[in-house]
Nanobody, 114 residues
């Protein structure tokens, strides 16, 4: 079992920044990849960014150039730095960890509004 705890969400004005954190605990060995997804009201959950055990990253087109995913292996934590936020980035952001099964955190709300 892997436990994931997200933090760092909140309310921010358009153009602002937030950094999300996802701390993993439990059976964290052999995690192949970690990532962030988001789900806006009335929409399906979508991939935002992933990072694998080798450090390779992948981003949704909608966030490329604005969001950066990184990981601190010593702290078993993954971060999502979000810059130039837009109202359409408003969603619940979920962290996940991929082994033979996929584990999910509880989500953290990000609201971009003036």
């Amino acid at each position: 079992q892997v436990q994931l705890v997200e933090s760092g969400g909140g309310l921010v004005q358009p153009g602002g920044s937030l950094r999300l954190s996802c701390a993993a605990s439990g059976s964290i060995f052999s995690i192949n990849a970690m990532g962030w997804h988001r789900q806006a009201p009335g929409k399906q959950r979508e991939l935002v960014a992933t990072i694998n055990s080798g450090g390779s990253t992948r981003y949704a087109d909608s966030v490329k150039g604005r969001f950066t995913i990184s990981r601190d292996n010593a702290k078993s934590t993954v971060y999502l730095q979000m810059n130039s936020l837009k109202p359409e980035d408003t969603a619940v952001y979920y962290c996940n960890a991929v082994k033979t099964v996929t584990y999910w955190g509880q989500g953290t709300q990000v609201t971009v509004s003036s």
